[in-house]
């Protein structure tokens, strides 16, 4: 045997006897081993607790809702002071229909405000009866059906709005209504057949300010609000 075959095969013994030892040190049980790290966040060993599951039932994860409802009340205090009735009449809509935001909701509440109020002018049945209910389109109507038979025309320019609060919200049954003051700034004036101005002024803007309810069935897919009650201050 050559010298460079004596010194390959005292490395191969020399690797077989590490790893014989290695294997029976990795091998070994001390009893201070960790236990496996938890994915899950629980706070016991689910196998060794009293309230383990027998093999094959489902385990039932905690619910990760709580930060959810904290986000939710801190929206609604973030329009009405927490400990008032108005603050526990958002919680209580909020409970009854998991997705009314109060803060969408004002949004929301503004562009309708607008939108109706500009349809109403120019006389867009079709657009108002998608944001209003039956009993109010009706009286839309009529005032623009009157408005037509006179050869009235409204001419108007809504410049913005300066104020959308809550006043009241009520949860009646599987409805949602919410009563919100607008105060907005517009331009209006209405003239006759002749031309001639009747009522308003075509320079100046005048502040409106208006109570108005828009109302949810919880029951219905349909997300809109439509406009259930109006009411001027003025």
């Known amino acids: 045997m050559g010298s460079n075959d004596f010194v390959t095969l005292f490395f191969l013994v020399a690797a077989v006897l590490i790893f014989l030892q290695l294997r ?12 496996p790290r938890d994915l899950f966040g629980t706070s016991r060993d689910v196998a060794g607790s009293a309230d383990a599951p027998e093999a094959g039932k489902v385990v039932t994860l905690p619910r990760r809702d709580v930060a959810e409802d904290e986000q939710r009340y801190a929206d609604i205090d ?40 500009m349809a109403f002018a120019d006389g867009d049945r079709k657009m108002l009866k998608n944001l209003l209910s039956r009993e109010v389109y009706d009286g839309f109507d009529a005032a623009i059906s009157e408005r037509e038979a006179k050869g009235e025309k409204v001419k108007s320019t809504f410049v913005g709005i300066d104020k959308a609060d809550f006043t009241r919200v009520e949860v009646r049954g599987n409805e949602v209504l919410a009563t919100v003051r607008i105060v907005s700034q517009m331009i209006s004036a209405t003239y006759d057949k002749a031309d001639k101005l009747i009522d308003g002024d075509a320079e100046s803007v005048a502040e409106i300010s208006d109570l108005w309810t828009f109302s949810r069935d919880m029951r219905s897919r349909d997300p809109n609000w439509k406009l259930v009650a109006t009411e001027s201050e003025q």
């Open 24 to 35: 029976s040190v990795l091998g070994r049980r001390t009893g201070n081993e960790k236990p």
């Open 78 to 117: 973030a329009v009405a002071v927490p400990g008032t009735p108005l603050n526990d009449q958002l919680r209580e809509a909020n409970r009854a229909d998991a997705s009314f935001n109060p803060k969408e909701f004002l949004n929301g509440a503004r562009m309708a405000y607008e939108m109706i109020v």
